[in-house]
């Protein structure tokens, strides 16, 4: 059974919080989407594509946002883990 790694307090905030970039990268998504969706749709005189086109964008922004959470979470585990290693070695060497 793997051993359960507990972080101190400070860490877990950490290990919690979603930097900015990662939201500022799914509204990109979103808003580039939608725009060019909504471009298209007035373009070819189809206004109510705008409707189906938020639908996709709003779909697109939230996967977009799940997956970047989940990447940032495992390269914030990984370095929490590498330090918390490094201290076991320095005490052990000590």
Known sequence: MPR???FSPRDEVYLASTSFEVYMAAGGVFIGLFGLLF??????GFELLVWPALLVSVLAGYITLNRLE??????KLAELEAEYAAKERRAVGD
């Open 4 to 6: 359960q790694q507990r």
């Open 39 to 44: 471009l298209i749709s007035i373009k070819t």
């Open 70 to 75: 989940k990447r940032e979470r495992k390269r």
